[in-house]
T-cell receptor
Framework: DVKVTQSSRYLVKRTGEKVFLECVQD?????MFWYRQDPGLGLRLIYF???????EKGDIPEGYSVSREKKERFSLILESASTNQTSMYLC???????????FGPGTRLTVL | AQKVTQAQTEISVVEKEDVTLDCVYE???????LFWYKQPPSGELVFLIR??????QNEISGRYSWNFQKSTSSFNFTITASQVVDSAVYFC????????????FGQGTRLTINP
């Protein structure tokens, strides 16, 4: 059974803090993705990675960075959290050639 | 650029009614994939179906059916005899056929099934 896990379901941070969101998949997928979900806007792609140490910007990368040191793990980093980064963050993974992305449970981040 | 539009923001029906969720897409690619995902109140997106652009056959899975029409760039989703457990936000998405196959999502339709 496919499995994508995220380190926290709920997170509360203060403005200016450095925030790490972790995502782990156990399906040996090449591709991993970070999205944020906001009401009325659907899901928007922040960053994705198609291989270890490889990353590409998505549609809204500003204020975020990512790290992929191992195939199974993809981290999203908020260097200096701001209130407009309060959102639901969803991680996904897929295997190249098939295209179906499988999602984790999401992390609801609140920045005060 | 790719784009997906789900014009229905919210739909509310009574249990056992049939309901159709609309999805219209834009792409210049000749080969692409279309998806539907369900997001129940728990928050996790659940994959429902994937269709490639060469396969216009309608698909039925239990109470769920999908109507893909390339001529109108639509990929609509129908739930027959709806149940309260079908209440969720439903997303339609489009991906390129090559590379990392990034998904472009519609805004989502919140479906509420009332008992």
């Amino acid at each position: 059974d496919v499995k994508v896990t995220q380190s926290s379901r709920y997170l509360v941070k203060r403005t200016g803090e450095k925030v790490f969101l972790e995502c782990v998949q156990d399906m040996d997928h090449e591709n991993m993705f970070w999205y944020r979900q906001d009401p009325g806007l659907g899901l928007r792609l922040i960053y994705f990675s198609y291989d270890v140490k490889m990353k590409e910007k998505g549609d809204i990368p500003e204020g975020y960075s990512v790290s992929r040191e191992k195939k199974e793990r993809f981290s999203l980093i908020l260097e200096s959290a701001s209130t407009n980064q309060t959102s639901m963050y969803l991680c996904a993974s897929s295997t190249t050639g098939v295209g179906t992305q499988y999602f984790g449970p999401g992390t609801r981040l609140t920045v005060l | 650029a790719q784009k997906v539009t789900q014009a229905q923001t919210e739909i509310s029906v009574v249990e056992k009614e049939d309901v159709t969720l609309d999805c219209v897409y834009e792409t210049r690619d000749t080969t692409y994939y279309l998806f539907w995902y369900k997001q129940p109140p728990s928050g996790e997106l659940v994959f429902l179906i994937r269709r490639n652009s060469f396969d216009e056959q309608n698909e039925i899975s239990g109470r769920y059916s999908w109507n893909f029409q390339k001529s109108t760039s639509s990929f609509n989703f129908t739930i027959t005899a709806s149940q309260v457990v079908d209440s969720a936000v439903y997303f339609c998405a489009l991906s390129e056929a090559w590379g990392a196959q990034k998904l472009v999502f519609g805004q989502g339709t919140r479906l509420t099934i009332n008992p």
